[in-house]
Nanobody
Framework: QVQLVESGGGLVQPGGSLRLSCAVS????????MGWYRQAPGKQRELVAD???????SYADSVKGRFTISRDNAKNTVYLQMDSLKSEDTAVYYC???????WGQGTQVTVSS
């Protein structure tokens, strides 16, 4: 049974930082392309960043230069470091294998003063 547990979200002021974690069980993330997605109220879910099994990363234009995706294969965990946060980053954030349809409960990120 595949489980994805996202954590690390919260309320932060504009310009602040958060680090999200995604603990994965049931699959080996080291052989997967893993992605972080987000869904803001009234908007479609979008891919924010992904990382391949070889460590190659890619980012949505809206977060490029501010977010960093990484993975710890030994811990089977994926991370998303978010810096210089903006109000438009407010959303529920999810991680998942990019090419498999497994979803966790997500973690809420709210950027507000």
């Amino acid at each position: 049974q595949v489980q994805l547990v996202e954590s690390g979200g919260g309320l932060v002021q504009p310009g602040g930082s958060l680090r999200l974690s995604c603990a994965v069980s049931g699959i080996i993330i080291g052989i997967k392309t893993m992605g972080w997605y987000r869904q803001a109220p009234g908007k479609q879910r979008e891919l924010v960043a992904d990382i391949t099994s070889s460590g190659r990363t890619s980012y949505a234009d809206s977060v490029k230069g501010r977010f960093t995706i990484s993975r710890d294969n030994a811990k089977n965990t994926v991370y998303l470091q978010m810096d210089s946060l903006k109000s438009e980053d407010t959303a529920v954030y999810y991680c998942k294998p990019k090419y498999n349809d497994y979803w966790g409960q997500g973690t809420q990120v709210t950027v507000s003063s």
